[in-house]
């Protein structure tokens, strides 16, 4: 990180980010980026030390109201104040791997017909795991992401851990989206298949849900799939709840001790229904 105009911008929306926080923030002034970057981060009323967190790293974040915080036009306004060509998206929580994970995001951007760029996200250690993960196939094993992920040439673009050229964004900004922001962007611009890439350059990004927890991730997913037009119906509910392979894994993981709360057991029963209740019902994200 420096105070030269910056060839990249990583951009960071706050909010109760604490020590795992932190530990993004060590991580991106490791980097071994041969450009100068800067770190854009947007707070959300944090109440908790992320403002004295970034304070540590001579960071002095956007802030807004929490009740203003809104999934794409927050990143949109952090990319607004930007300064950097390449517009590199992180989640708080999210970890880059090693210290070349910058330089990896940016490096296909020398392709002049990339537009965007996304990265790995791969589960993390550091922190209690749910059972069923909280990114890949077995926590999205219904079939709205599933068919997302096929019409859209096997990309499921996420604002995790992703990079966007600058002038591209400037033509088509996330907007003011509950959520799906990410699949919101990708649609508009991922037409051919190579304008969106992979790149090998990961982020290490975990959760772990209670039952309330999960309830409202997968009702919001569903809400969302549906602002990105992707519908989900009541016989793929049906169809994803009797996923056999589902219970197999869970007696598995029964018998081996891994399945320790409440909302792992039912997982496999409920995210079908849940999503299908956001995709079908919701008129707006969910409130704990």
Same mark, same amino acid.
């Given at each position: 990180?420096?105070?030269?105009?910056?060839?990249?911008?990583?951009?960071?929306?706050?909010?109760?980010?604490?020590?795992?926080?932190?530990?993004?923030?060590?991580?991106?002034?490791?980097?071994?980026?041969?450009?100068?970057?800067?770190?854009?981060?947007?707070?959300?009323?944090?109440?908790?030390?992320?403002?004295?967190? !970034? %304070?540590?790293? =001579?960071?002095?974040?956007?802030?807004?109201?929490?009740?203003? @915080?809104?999934?794409?036009?927050?990143? /949109? &306004?952090?990319?607004?104040?930007?300064?950097?060509?390449?517009?590199?998206?992180?989640?708080?929580?999210?970890?880059?791997?090693?210290?070349?994970?910058?330089?990896?995001?940016?490096?296909?951007?020398?392709?002049?017909?990339? !537009? %965007?760029?996304? =990265?790995?996200?791969?589960?993390?250690?550091?922190?209690?795991? @749910?059972?069923?993960?909280?990114?890949? /196939? &077995?926590?999205?094993?219904?079939?709205?992401?599933?068919?997302?992920?096929?019409?859209?040439?096997?990309?499921?673009?996420?604002?995790?851990?992703?990079?966007?050229?600058?002038?591209?964004?400037?033509?088509?900004?996330?907007?003011?989206?509950?959520?799906?922001?990410?699949?919101?962007?990708?649609?508009?611009?991922?037409?051919?298949?190579?304008?969106?890439?992979?790149?090998?350059?990961?982020?290490?990004?975990?959760?772990?849900?209670?039952?309330?927890?999960?309830?409202?991730?997968?009702?919001?997913?569903?809400?969302?799939?549906?602002?990105?037009?992707?519908?989900?119906?009541?016989?793929?509910?049906?169809?994803?709840?009797?996923?056999?392979?589902?219970?197999?894994?869970?007696?598995?993981?029964?018998?081996?001790?891994?399945?320790?709360?409440?909302?792992?057991?039912?997982?496999?029963?409920?995210?079908?229904?849940?999503?299908?209740?956001?995709?079908?019902?919701?008129?707006?994200?969910?409130?704990?």
């Amino acid at each position: 990180m420096t105070s030269a105009q910056p060839v990249a911008s990583v951009i960071i929306p706050t909010y109760n980010g604490g020590e795992l926080f932190r530990k993004t923030l060590q991580a991106l002034a490791a980097q071994k980026f041969e450009a100068p970057f800067e770190v854009v981060a947007i707070d959300s009323g944090s109440r908790d030390n992320t403002l004295a967190i !970034l %304070a540590d790293f =001579g960071i002095v974040p956007l802030q807004i109201p929490n009740a203003e @915080f809104n999934h794409g036009a927050t990143r /949109d &306004r952090a990319a607004a104040a930007a300064k950097g060509e390449f517009l590199v998206f992180i989640n708080q929580d999210a970890m880059p791997e090693d210290e070349h994970w910058l330089a990896g995001m940016v490096a296909p951007f020398r392709d002049p017909e990339v !537009l %965007a760029v996304q =990265g790995g996200i791969r589960e993390r250690d550091d922190i209690r795991r @749910f059972f069923w993960d909280s990114c890949g /196939d &077995r926590f999205y094993f219904t079939s709205e992401a599933k068919s997302w992920i096929a019409r859209y040439h096997n990309m499921g673009f996420s604002t995790v851990g992703c990079a966007i050229r600058r002038s591209v964004w400037e033509k088509h900004p996330f907007g003011a989206i509950d959520i799906m922001e990410d699949k919101h962007f990708q649609r508009q611009v991922h037409h051919r298949g190579p304008e969106i890439v992979y790149s090998p350059a990961t982020v290490l990004h975990t959760h772990d849900y209670t039952f309330a927890q999960l309830r409202r991730r997968c009702l919001d997913e569903g809400y969302g799939w549906r602002l990105v037009g992707e519908r989900y119906g009541f016989g793929d509910c049906i169809r994803d709840t009797l996923r056999w392979s589902n219970y197999r894994e869970l007696w598995r993981g029964w018998r081996a001790g891994q399945i320790r709360r409440w909302s792992e057991v039912v997982f496999p029963w409920l995210r079908p229904w849940w999503v299908y209740q956001g995709n079908r019902f919701r008129k707006g994200l969910t409130r704990s």
